[in-house]
């Protein structure tokens, strides 16, 4: 297919490349809990571009290599006209989660395995070489975005938060969602306590889903940040993730709590194309999971995504019409008065009945013995004599026996 990529790097491009990792042949607890199998009857995401605007994709991968699943993309970082390339696995691992493939022997597959991948490479590195956070330079981050929305991308996944607002990146997802992109991103990694709401951006701009990240028992995952941009919540912790080269390795964060939230939104784009962005964020939204902090949590947002549930539930995507007021009828007393009576006079007519039955019963009892008395002239009768009792025969005393001392 034009467009397919191959994942050679370009030389030179990656400064102490990630190695291959062993493949993990478990099946994850991510994939257990969401269970897309189940939905893929219906869909499988076919038709559906996603951008993965991160560190770029290896396309080379064994359950990213089918021809078609990843195109070229581009490279914003180092202006190459492809992006099918990836240095630290971190785009790739949240690639795989969308669209990798099953294939025998391993339990991880993505959750939307016929969507397409664009790559989009903004950051060479998330991690400097002293373990720091490197920025991404918003300027190219900007125009990641806006490609990706030109190249007819129904979904942004953007696996990053910043807390700072800039107007670049604003006006980019704006541009995007114009564009009728559904745009999801990471809620961020920076809460140190629980109460605390910390800036998340872009995941704080209109028109953005904000996926926080759970662990295998539910609960929210250290570090995933609270607030009103937390819109959905998926697993985030411990989570399997495709390696550039080969391979899998366990990962944790925000950044890949997000590909469970795009790849749903590829299914239902895929299942329900008429729907606009909006909407599939409406219904993403109304069929999450309840999570541990209710409904509209600062920490949970809605509940957890559910890919089954977000392609097969019937939803009307109005607003349901308001009911109107209930207003009692007034009791018709009348009426309750003529029950009252007929309550009262069967009552009456029961136990009247009641009474005159015993009467009769009484008088024909009465004549019954004065007839069988007459007959016998009013002597007495003998019933048959009881047999006689037998003798009771009482038991000899007990003999005990002692042990003489």
Known sequence: ???????????????????????????????????????????????????????????????????????????????????????????????????????????????????EILPVRVSERDIGDRGESLRIDPRVLADGIRYAADMGAKVVNLSLAGFDDNPVVREAVAYAVGKDALVVAAVGNGQRDETTELPSFPAGYDGVLGVGAIDINGARFTGSQIGTYVDLVAPGSQVV?????????????????????????????????????????????????????????????????????????????????????HIPTPPDQAALDEANWLHTTGSTAKWGAAVTLAAVVAVALSALVHRHGRRRRWQPTWSTPLPSRPPVVEPPEQTFLVTET
């Open 1 to 115: 297919m034009a467009g397919t990529a191959t994942a050679a790097p370009p030389p030179g491009a990656c400064h102490n490349a990630e190695p291959a990792h062993p493949a993990i042949r478990d099946q994850p607890w991510a994939q257990q809990l969401l269970d897309p199998r189940r939905v893929w009857p219906r869909t499988r995401g076919a038709g559906v571009l996603v951008a993965v605007v991160d560190s770029g994709v290896d396309a080379d991968h064994p359950q990213l290599t089918r021809p078609g699943k990843v195109r070229e993309g581009r490279d914003f970082v180092r202006g190459e006209p492809s992006a099918a390339y990836d240095c630290v696995s971190h785009g790739t691992g949240v690639a795989g989660i969308i669209a990798a493939d099953p294939v025998p022997g391993i339990g991880f597959h993505g959750l939307a395995p016929d969507a």
């Open 241 to 325: 993730a495709p390696t550039r080269v080969d391979g899998h390795s366990y990962v944790d964060g925000t950044s890949f709590a997000v590909p469970f939230v795009s790849a749903t939104a590829a299914l239902v784009r895929a299942a329900w194309p008429e729907l606009t962005a909006t909407q599939v964020s409406q219904r993403l939204l109304a069929t999450a999971n309840p999570a541990r902090g209710g409904q509209a949590s600062p920490a949970y947002g809605a509940g957890l995504v559910d890919p089954y549930r977000a392609v097969t539930d019937g939803l009307d995507p109005t607003h349901p019409a308001t009911l109107p007021p």
